[in-house]
């Protein structure tokens, strides 16, 4: 089994930085593709932005958050910068073989809130 626990989310202002980490457990971590999806209040889960255990990456927020994983820390993080109000929402870490958009991954942590005040 993998397990995943987010940390770092928190209350900050529009145009501020947040980084988000996501510890991972599991003997093929190495192997598995990560990502960070995110959910607000009444609106349907959308995909964040991902990276494989080769490193391809698939981004959605370009030139404002970056991702990145310390295979030997068993870590994945997500940089967030110029942060808007609309970034608001419960931050989930995500792992699978593949982890894109249009999939759906088998493992999830528990979440972490990023409220963003205007």
């Known amino acids: 089994q993998v397990q995943l626990v987010e940390s770092g989310g928190g209350l900050v202002q529009a145009g501020g930085s947040l980084r988000l980490s996501c510890a991972a457990s599991?003997?093929?971590?190495?192997?598995?593709?990560m990502g960070w999806f995110r959910q607000a209040p009444g609106k349907e889960r959308e995909f964040v932005a991902s990276?494989?255990?080769?490193?391809y990456i698939i981004n959605y927020a370009k030139g404002r958050f970056t991702i990145s994983r310390d295979n030997a820390k068993n870590m994945v993080y997500l940089e967030m910068k110029s942060l808007k109000p609309e970034d608001t929402a419960v931050y989930y870490c995500?792992?699978?073989?593949?982890?894109?958009?249009?999939?759906?991954?088998?493992?999830w942590g528990q979440g972490t809130q990023v409220t963003v005040s205007a």
């Open positions: 990276i494989s255990w080769t490193d």
């Open positions: 995500a792992a699978d073989r593949v982890v894109t958009p249009s999939s759906q991954p088998r493992y």
């Open positions: 599991g003997r093929t971590f190495s192997n598995y593709a």
